[in-house]
T-cell receptor, first 110, second 117 residues
């Protein structure tokens, strides 16, 4: 089955700096890669996603890149703000079987 | 739309008791997922349904766990008998495939925090 690895497990940045979170997956049949943000005590919420026929996608300060050959994808947050502090999960989805990474706890220091 | 609704939000029970978690997906969504989240194991997919039919239950930890979806607007996850290691947050999520079996965004419910003493 699919195995998703996510790094780093914790990330601390200064407000205004960029943050990058990386994930790798094992199943080449996976074709949908969402990223979720989960604030403490709340539900995961989708922040951006990318499909396997696209290499890069951007939404304001957030961007995701996908390298299908290497089976890895990354989340980039620019101009970080304190409200970006949360746990971020990547996921790889093959035919609705979604596997999540272990999560990255991002702290943005004011 | 109220989003995905789960009940109860918190459940505290004693070992050996039966626990039933409930979920109402977003109207019109044709996929429903049950997840479990713990510090040790992260977010795990337990089972998912398509048009009320269970498609993959390979994530269900053991026979003590069962899930049903009697209609498009309701699903249950039952644990019988419950054990302390079942303590976790259980999320229900739903999505709309667009009718073509494609992958749509999964919308998560608020979760049920289960504590088994």
């Amino acid at each position: 089955g699919e195995n998703v690895e996510q790094h780093p497990s914790t990330l601390s940045v200064q407000e205004g700096d960029s943050a990058v979170i990386k994930c790798t997956y094992s199943d080449s049949a996976s074709n949908y890669f969402p990223w979720y943000k989960q604030e403490l005590g709340k539900r995961p919420q989708l922040i951006i996603d990318i499909r396997s026929n696209v290499g890069e996608k951007k939404d304001q300060r957030i961007a995701v890149t996908l390298n299908k050959t290497a089976k890895h994808f990354s989340l980039h947050i620019t101009e970080t703000q304190p409200e970006d502090s949360a746990v971020y999960f990547c996921a790889a989805n093959n035919n609705n079987d979604m596997r999540f990474g272990a999560g990255t706890r991002l702290t943005v220091k004011p | 739309d109220a989003g995905v609704i789960q009940s109860p939000r918190h459940e505290v029970t004693e070992m050996g008791q039966e626990v039933t978690l409930r979920c109402k997906p977003i109207s019109g969504h044709d996929y429903l997922f049950w997840y479990r989240q713990t510090m040790m194991r992260g977010l795990e997919l337990l089972i998912y349904f398509n048009n009320n039919v269970p498609i993959d239950d390979s994530g269900m930890p053991e026979d003590r766990f069962s899930a049903k979806m009697p209609n498009a607007s309701f699903s249950t996850l039952k644990i019988q008998p419950s054990e302390p290691r079942d303590s976790a947050v259980y999320f229900c999520a739903s999505s709309y495939s667009g009718g073509g079996g494609g992958l749509g965004e999964q919308f998560f419910g608020p979760g049920t925090r289960l504590t088994v003493l």
